[in-house]
Structures are given as structure tokens and as C-alpha cells.
């Protein structure tokens, strides 16, 4: 949460990917955030969890995963008082041959907003 706004981060899984199509987008603290696409809705993804739930045997660990994020996506949908919104986020991917990092201090060149 930061003031009114707030974003669904979860514990990592592979299979939330490979099950929905989501991007997890790595957080310092081993958590993920979920981002994905302009083609996924969160009706879309909400619906895709919940067949998952019902139609394939999960580990508990994502089954847990999978139950939290439809519980709260469910809740959004019936609350009266949360709009459920989509936004976009900035994601720096790096390329395979990619050196020095985002900073590109190996390099000798540094980046910055503005």
C-alpha cells in the first residue's frame, strides 16, 4: 500500500508464468510483482487462476500463491469502495550480450532519468 494505491506482489513461481502468462517482475526481497501484457484483463487473469485451481494439481506452495491472488482479485471485483485498475510499468530488460549492467558502470557509461 502507499496511500490509496496498491499493487499485488506474490512469492515467486514459475508456474503462475507458465500457467497464466503473467510476467513476475523480481522485488529485493524475493517477492514478485505480477505484470503482464495489453491482451491480459484482470477478469482474464482471475478466470485463468481460478481454472488452474480447479483443473490442475498445484504444489501447496503455488496452490497458496494461486488461492491468494484470486481471493483478492475476487474481492476488488465485489468491493464497492476499490477500483480495480490497470497501469503500465517500466521495464528495463537486459539482452543477452548485454555488460555492466543497467548503470553501465563496467562500461564507462552511466544513465539517468530526467
Do not use: C, W, Y
Not at 481454472?51 to 483478492?72: G, K, N, T, Y
Not at 471485483?77 to 548503470?103: F, K, P, W
Amino acid at each position: 500500500m502507499f496511500g490509496r494505491r496498491a499493487v499485488i506482489v506474490v512469492n515467486s513461481t514459475k508456474t503462475l508464468e507458465q500457467r497464466t502468462g503473467v510476467v513476475l517482475i523480481p522485488l529485493s526481497d524475493s517477492r514478485s510483482l505480477i505484470s503482464f501484457d495489453e491482451s491480459m484483463t484482470p477478469a482474464r487473469l482471475e478466470l485463468m487462476v481460478q481454472d488452474a485451481l480447479d483443473e490442475h494439481e498445484l504444489p501447496e506452495e503455488d496452490r497458496q500463491v494461486f488461492e491468494s491472488i484470486r481471493d483478492m482479485l475476487k474481492e476488488a471485483r465485489r468491493s464497492a469502495s476499490v477500483n480495480l485498475r490497470q497501469q503500465h510499468i517500466m521495464l528495463l530488460e537486459l539482452g543477452t550480450r548485454a555488460r555492466g549492467g543497467l548503470s553501465g558502470r563496467k562500461s564507462g557509461r552511466s544513465r539517468t532519468a530526467g
